[in-house]
């Protein structure tokens, strides 16, 4: 069990560019939840899945971010136009169901310059 | 919504000494409670889950300690180690909801 895979490990775009990151989930997970890190903010909930349906993007920054998950074993997070303030580390976690252990990635790290 | 609240953001602790990170919640109806380990560059390590039915848990190491009465949720090292020094995260779940973090609580173990 390799646990879930995030790639790339470290990405650095130009402001303006477009960032994709992808997650691969456990095998067998139904639940992929994408969550920001940040210094200042902590870890802030952005979006989850479940049996690759969008359940919640209640913490999804309207504009410029978006999430899929095209089949059961990855998804990704795209963000259109980066910009500085969207530096940080991107997390994937999976679960068996909602209310099961949560098993998170290693992370992106975005550096948007 | 749920906001938690973690103190202290940073610890020094001597080696073989103890040392307590003490969460805050807002809602009271939240279900599940969890600790997590973070070392650098490294993803989220759950230490433990705490259900609201059970108030003493104990780990290698540690015991997680829940007050649903003052609303705190509580990690404490016994006999810290140099293994011990990451960067520790409470969060909240509230039934179908995501979890709710705290902002950390940088720990290092020092000889």
């Known amino acids: 069990n390799a646990g879930v895979i995030q790639t790339p490990r470290h990405k650095v775009t130009g402001k303006g560019q477009e960032a994709t990151l992808w997650c691969e989930p456990i095998s067998g997970h139904s639940a992929v939840f994408w969550y920001r890190q940040t210094i200042v903010q902590g870890l802030e909930f952005l979006t989850y899945f479940r049996n690759q349906a969008p359940i919640d993007d209640s913490g999804m920054p309207k504009e410029r971010f978006s999430a899929q998950m095209p089949n059961q074993s990855h998804s990704t997070l795209k963000i259109q136009s980066t910009q500085p303030q969207d530096s940080a580390v991107y997390l994937c976690a999976s679960s068996q169901g909602q209310n099961s252990d949560y098993t998170f990635g290693s992370g992106t790290r975005l550096l948007v310059i | 919504g749920e906001q938690v609240e973690q103190r202290p953001p940073h610890l020094s602790v001597r080696e073989g000494d103890s040392a307590v990170i003490i969460c805050t919640y807002t809602d009271p109806n939240s279900y599940y409670f969890f600790w997590y380990k973070q070392e650098p560059g490294a993803g989220l390590q759950l230490l433990m889950k705490v259900f609201s039915s059970t108030e003493i848990n104990e780990g290698q190491g540690f015991t997680v300690l829940l007050n649903k009465k003052d609303k705190q949720l509580s990690l404490n090292l016994t006999a810290a180690h140099p293994g011990d020094s990451a960067v520790y995260f409470c969060?909240?779940?509230?039934?179908?909801?995501?979890?709710?973090f705290g902002l950390g609580t940088r720990v290092s173990v020092f000889p």
């Open positions: 969060a909240v779940k509230f039934y179908a909801q995501g979890l709710t």
